[in-house]
């Protein structure tokens, strides 16, 4: 069976209560490519409110999450909260939380690991900075971070889907070329291939995030490696409707 493209679009921290519910009228007008997985992350103190609204094909996930239930962790929420609220996804890895908030790639890895153990679904992001892709590190580097994951994900690879987020290209215009995410996405899949399994190489999903917008996204979309985007920026704007629909 072939991937399922998944669309994901992180709104950070951004959007108030009429904001959010601007988007989802806005999405629920679409009209969304049926073939297409659409997940929207949603800052935490919205969750509720936006899995109250989104239609059944539009599903929610946090931004981040805890690695244990429950305790004093002040300021935390855990998988089980995600899903006592109904969502069934989480965002974790994304490279704003290792670099503002300093997680580490064994951190991202119990995270994720938790979050599968309790049933939501996981978009795990990876990615270089410019200096490591100046220095010729990237391969290296989306590999040590995929590699920290590998124990976690276990045998729930059909509950991830991987998002490669070169981090100069998030949220500064700078988009990978459709040959520069490919060839990231393709030597990843011979790297899983290596060091998974040659099923969980061609049945996993890879999201390409960076600058995607309208204008980019069906180049971008009709590499054979790239089954997705996350989307951060271009996700609050009504172009997010184009990009769900890139491959049509
Ligand atoms: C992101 O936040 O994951 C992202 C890719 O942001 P942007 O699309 O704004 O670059």
Redesign the pocket.
Same mark, same amino acid.
């Given at each position: 069976m072939g991937r399922k493209f998944v669309v994901?679009g992180?709104w950070?921290m951004n959007g108030d209560k009429k904001q959010v519910t601007e988007i989802v009228d806005t999405l629920k007008k679409g009209p969304l490519d049926a073939n297409v997985e659409v997940v929207v992350g949603v800052p935490a103190i919205y969750l509720e409110y936006v899995q109250s609204i989104v239609p059944n094909t539009i599903n929610v996930a946090a931004q981040n999450c805890w690695k244990s239930p429950k305790g004093a962790f002040t300021g935390e929420i855990s998988p089980a909260m995600i899903k006592d609220i109904g969502a069934n996804w989480v965002?974790l890895g994304?490279?704003?939380r290792r670099t503002i908030f300093g997680e580490k790639d064994d951190l991202v890895a119990e995270k994720v690991a938790h979050a599968l153990e309790s049933g939501l679904k996981v978009i795990a992001?990876i990615g270089e900075t410019l200096e490591e892709r100046e220095a010729g590190k990237t391969e290296e580097v989306v590999f040590r971070q995929t590699k920290a994951l590998l124990p976690a994900i276990g045998s729930n690879w059909d509950k991830v889907v991987l %998002?490669y987020?070169p981090v100069w290209?998030?949220?500064?215009?700078k988009t990978a070329t459709p040959q520069q995410a490919q060839d990231v996405h393709a030597s990843l899949r011979n790297w899983l291939s290596a060091n998974a399994s040659a099923d969980v190489a061609n049945s996993v999903r890879i999201q390409y995030?960076?600058?995607?917008t309208a204008a980019n996204a069906k180049e971008l979309a009709a590499c054979p490696d790239i089954d997705g985007f996350?989307?951060?920026? %271009?996700?609050l704007k009504p172009e997010f409707v184009d990009i769900v629909n890139a491959t049509q």
């Open positions: 994901g992180n950070k965002i994304h490279s704003e992001c %998002a987020e290209a998030i949220g500064t215009g995030g960076g600058s995607v996350l989307v951060g920026g %271009a996700s």
